[in-house]
């Protein structure tokens, strides 16, 4: 392998200060904060592609929500207290009810961390214990994505 990152086309970008509550006390970003800032480039992603907030979307949808089932993260570089970041989130890969998101953060142009999440579309569903199903992806939905620069 080179180390090289494998290709990544952002679908959405977007600058991100790191502050002090996101760090452990040597002022390092604390490792479950990255994962918060790729969750809330999730919603922005959905956001963004749909022109809608997410509590519309759902409403409009008939979707709980869209739960985290996978998650994986690859930490290159250290991220700190102050540091000016940019957050990039590619375009969802959809399964049938699930959807994969490529995320990374970079500081200077390098990549500090590189994560993965994989979702579940989530629907009520009464009939069966916890009151949710998992339901496929609606093609309305995946067609904002596709197509895009």
Same mark, same amino acid.
């Given at each position: 392998?080179?180390?090289? *990152?494998? *290709?990544? !086309?952002?679908?959405?970008?977007?600058?991100?200060?790191i502050e002090w509550g996101h760090c452990d006390p040597a002022g390092i970003v604390? *490792?479950?904060?990255?994962?918060?800032?790729?969750?809330?480039? !999730?919603?922005?992603?959905?956001?963004?592609?749909l022109g809608v907030r997410k509590r519309d979307m759902l409403k409009a949808q008939g979707v709980v929500g869209f739960p985290m089932v996978d998650v994986s993260a =690859?930490?290159?570089?250290? *991220?700190?207290?102050?540091?000016?970041?940019?957050?990039?989130a590619a375009a969802p890969a959809f399964g049938n009810s699930s959807f994969t998101i490529a995320h990374r953060l970079l500081k200077d142009?390098?990549?500090?961390?590189?994560?993965?999440?994989? =979702?579940?579309? !989530?629907?009520a569903d009464a009939t069966r214990p916890g009151g949710l199903r998992a339901e496929r992806v609606p093609d309305a939905i995946r067609a904002m994505f596709e197509h895009r620069d």
């Open positions: 392998m080179s180390g090289e *990152a494998p *290709a990544f !086309t952002a679908f959405l970008s977007r600058p991100y200060r604390y *490792a479950p904060r990255f994962l918060e800032m790729f969750g809330e480039s !999730t919603i922005m992603l959905f956001e963004q592609a =690859r930490f290159m570089r250290p *991220a700190a207290y102050g540091d000016n970041v940019v957050l990039e142009g390098h990549v500090c961390v590189e994560g993965i999440e994989k =979702r579940v579309w !989530t629907v």
